[in-house]
Nanobody
């Protein structure tokens, strides 16, 4: 079992920046690829970014490329999502998740955090 807790959400103006963090506990964090997803009201959960377990290879959704950066610290069991140039359409609940696979598919993630709300005002 991997327990994930997100933090760092809040209210930010368009064009601003916000850093989300996710702390993991339980099984060996470095065994898992980590991903960030988001879900806006009335919409399905969508992939944002992912990072592999040990090599640190990353992948991003097209709508965040160049604005968001995912990183991880296996010594601290944390994964972060630095988000710059925020837009109102980035408003959503953001979730971190852990997977034994390298994937962008939410259904293949084994563990999820409770989510953190991010609101971007125009």
């Amino acid at each position: 079992q991997v327990h994930l807790v997100e933090s760092g959400g809040g209210l930010v103006q368009a064009g601003g920046s916000l850093r989300l963090s996710c702390a993991a506990s339980g099984r060996t964090f470095s065994n898992y690829a980590m991903g960030w997803f988001r879900q806006a009201p009335g919409k399905e959960r969508e992939f944002v970014a992912r990072i592999t377990a040990t090599t640190g290879n990353t992948d991003y959704a097209d709508f965040v490329k160049g604005r968001f950066t995912i990183s991880r610290d296996n010594a601290k069991n944390t994964v972060a999502l630095q988000r710059n140039s925020l837009k109102p359409e980035d408003t959503a609940v953001y979730y971190c998740a852990a997977s034994s696979l390298v994937t962008m598919r939410a259904a293949l993630y084994d563990y999820w955090g409770q989510g953190t709300q991010v609101t971007v005002s125009s």
